[in-house]
């Protein structure tokens, strides 16, 4: 992905968040997973949005379970967090079980929300040198998360294989830099065929350019995708959110940027679309608008302890609103 790429802004100050800690589960809180909000908002204010740095979400179909990567502030650190909902309020986040020794990032729920797909960079193959990003799933067995088993090699290669989506019917997308590519960064796909995967073609230049495009979300019937992209001269400005749809013959149409909308001056990325209720998640960088100069340390602190400090955030706006409105 292109964050691998930028250098992030690091602020001199950083005080001890005041966000609920992982290891006071007595904390809960309510999460709105039904409005669609026109405009985009805050996930989870302090549950989820916090001053450290979250990216990628993943919700259960039955809209009881969100599991998202919460990160260190240079993104040093970085871990699977999971949160339940116990009735109508949910529990404080954890580290899952099999999570916290390596970078674990992007997860997305498969067969039902019993498999866990995720990228990580822990040693694969049984190479302890290894420490490239690969594609890694885990079944949900007695309601715990087993042993990660990482995709076959034909997937996984000495290179990064990022953000793992897939459709209905099974076929993977993800972000991967190959010599059948296009550009610096381009989304991939594998058909799952005969109880396996096939070997990854890039998609076609409808979606695929010279840039980098990366953190694809594909719809379950493959209708639409939603991708980020750097560097294309509709750029906002640190990466937007893109979405291709389907023509009458199945083709892709030309990609389109999703509009201001949804888009800001900074980086937006990690996008997915629940099934029922039609809400777009993605993860921004964007940063509150700071109102006259820096007098007093003081206000350093107060920015720097900010939810929206420049880190990565998850926001949730209305799919078919943002939908419309880019065209």
């Keep these: 992905m292109y964050f691998k790429y930028r250098s992030f802004i690091f602020f001199v100050v950083v005080f001890f968040v005041a966000c609920r800690s992982d290891e006071d589960n007595s904390q809960i809180i309510s999460i709105d997973l039904n409005t669609a909000p026109d405009n985009p908002l805050l996930m989870a204010e302090n549950l989820i949005s916090t001053p450290l740095f979250e990216r990628d979400i993943a919700i259960h179909s039955t809209y009881d ?17 999971g949160t ?3 009735g109508d309020t949910w529990t404080s986040p954890e580290i899952l079980t099999i999570s916290g020794t390596w970078q674990d990032i992007e997860p997305f729920f498969a067969n ?15 190479d302890s040198t290894r420490s490239d990003y690969n594609i890694w799933y885990s079944d949900r067995k007695n309601n715990k998360w087993s042993e990660p088993i990482a995709l076959d090699s034909i997937i996984n290669t000495t290179g990064d294989e990022f953000y793992p989506s897939l459709s209905r019917k099974g076929t993977l997308f993800f972000t991967a830099t190959r010599p059948n590519g296009i550009g610096r960064e381009d989304i ?13 073609e890039p998609l076609s230049a409808s979606i695929n350019s010279v840039y ?10 493959e209708d639409y995708i939603i991708f980020s992209s750097y560097g294309r001269s509709d750029d906002l400005g640190g990466g937007d959110l893109y979405i291709s749809e389907k023509d009458s013959i199945g083709n892709w149409a030309p990609a389109r940027n999703m509009g201001s909308g949804v888009n800001s001056p900074y980086l937006d990325f990690c996008p997915f ?11 921004s960088e964007r940063i509150s608008e700071k109102v006259g100069m820096i007098n007093k340390i003081s206000d350093l602190e107060k920015i720097s302890n ?22």
Excluded: M, W
């Design 306 to 327: 900010a939810i929206e400090n420049g880190f990565g955030n998850i926001y949730k706006c209305g799919f078919e609103h943002i939908r419309k409105k880019g065209k």
């Design 188 to 200: 991939f796909k594998a058909e799952f065929v005969n109880g396996k995967f096939n070997y990854p």
């Design 84 to 86: 339940k909902k116990q």
């Design 65 to 81: 379970e969100i599991i998202f990567t919460r990160g260190d502030y240079k993104q040093k650190y970085r871990c699977l967090v």
């Design 112 to 126: 039902n929300g019993n498999r866990l797909y995720f990228s990580s960079n822990r040693p694969i193959y049984g």
């Design 273 to 283: 679309v629940d099934a029922d209720q039609r809400n777009l998640y993605f993860t």
């Design 212 to 221: 980098y495009e990366f953190n694809a979300f594909i719809s379950p019937d």
